[in-house]
């Protein structure tokens, strides 16, 4: 199950690629704000709590949809670059394991837990 949902989660970061694509932007602009939404972690520097709702803030797909077709609708091409950077963003992060978190702790996820092996 863990290879199925890593290839999912690979089609929907190649989705996004291709959405920016789209866009008038260089694409180094891609590259360089592919991590920006990791701000989000900062919360936890005022706790698991906070942290766990500004990381998952960051890095909630639906919220980065609704932003993307919101730029749609408004005809904002930065609003549409936002959405496509946190839904990028929040695929790349779930192949690498890293899902919402909960408020235990950065390392407890929708995923499972970090750094153990899920069965």
């Known amino acids: 199950m863990q ?3 890593k290839a999912e989660e690979l089609l929907m ?6 959405l920016f694509g789209m866009l ?3 694409w180094w602009w891609f590259v360089g704000l592919i991590l920006a939404p990791d701000i989000g972690m900062l919360g936890y520097l005022m706790g698991n709590k906070i942290g766990a709702i500004g990381y998952n803030t ?3 797909k639906g919220l980065a949809i609704a932003i993307y077709f919101l730029g749609i609708y ?3 091409p930065l609003c549409q670059l936002i ?3 946190l ?3 929040a695929s ?4 690498f394991g890293y899902g919402l978190k909960y408020n235990k702790g950065f390392k407890y996820t929708h995923l499972g837990e970090i750094g153990k092996a899920n069965e």
């Open 24 to 26: 008038p932007y260089s």
């Open 83 to 85: 959405g496509i950077i």
């Open 74 to 76: 408004l005809s904002l």
């Open 87 to 89: 839904f990028s963003h």
């Open 13 to 18: 970061f190649l989705l996004g690629i291709y």
């Open 58 to 60: 960051f890095h909630h």
């Open 92 to 95: 790349m992060d779930r192949i």
């Open 3 to 5: 290879l199925l949902l």
